[in-house]
């Protein structure tokens, strides 16, 4: 079946510096992949829309430079959240869409100390 | 055991009973609905999905139940299994969109 991989599985850093997450389709192509974060004993939130050789579509609230996105090719989008701060910690997911059906991957936790 | 709306975000049950979880969703437009279950550091993983064309839908231990006269959807797991606790989260979309999630539940097994 459709295997969505998000790297790193956990992170922590330094508050003021920034991270990048990776979302890859690994036996499918995603023109769209979706950005979500969740905090603890929280729903899912979207965040963004990642457009395959677009700009992404944030959602109301989201700050896009901020949390910046690249979908440069149609099995990777990147999640970087700049100038990193400790409200920013929290577990980053991203899905995309295979024949219709979402898959979601494992989730990047992460803290800024 | 049954959870009640969004409103009561735990449901604890004895292993082999049946469980109900409800949700209401929010939009009258979304024509597409899905159940994830999230298990405690990883990713939504999907259990079963409906559209606005049917009421019900079964799978492998798990019926999806659609009211959209009052915006409701429940799932059902039969024979409650220690492996299903986890949190649960509805889902409605539009033209398959983006997803929106409702407030999980948390479903607690009881051997």
């Known amino acids: 079946g459709a295997v969505v991989s998000q790297h790193p599985s956990w992170v922590i850093c330094k508050s003021g510096t920034s991270v990048k997450i990776e979302c890859r389709s690994l036996d499918f192509q995603a023109t769209t992949m979706f950005w979500y974060r969740q905090f603890p004993k929280q729903s899912l939130m979207l965040m963004a829309t990642?457009?395959?050789?677009?700009?992404?579509?944030?959602e109301q609230g989201v700050e896009k430079d901020k949390f910046l996105i690249n979908h440069a090719s149609l099995t990777l989008s990147t999640l970087t959240v700049t100038s990193a701060h400790p409200e920013d910690s929290s577990f980053y997911i991203c899905s995309a869409r295979d024949h219709g059906k979402l898959h979601f991957g494992n989730g990047t936790r992460l803290t800024v100390t | 055991g049954e959870s009640v709306g969004l409103h009561l975000p735990t449901l604890s049950v004895q292993e082999g009973d049946n469980s109900i979880i409800n949700c209401a969703y929010s939009n009258s437009a979304s024509d597409y609905f899905i159940w994830y279950k999230q298990e405690s550091g990883k990713g939504p993983q999907f259990i079963i999905d409906i559209r606005s064309n049917m009421d019900k839908r079964q799978g492998q231990r798990v019926t999806v139940l659609l009211n959209k006269t009052v915006k409701h959807l429940s799932l059902q797991i039969a024979a409650t299994q220690p492996g299903d606790s986890a949190v649960y989260f509805c889902?409605?979309?539009?033209?398959?969109?983006?997803?929106?999630f409702g407030d999980g539940t948390t479903l607690t097994v009881k051997p």
């Open positions: 990642s457009n395959e050789g677009s700009k992404a579509t944030y």
């Open positions: 889902a409605e979309n539009i033209r398959a969109g983006k997803s929106t």
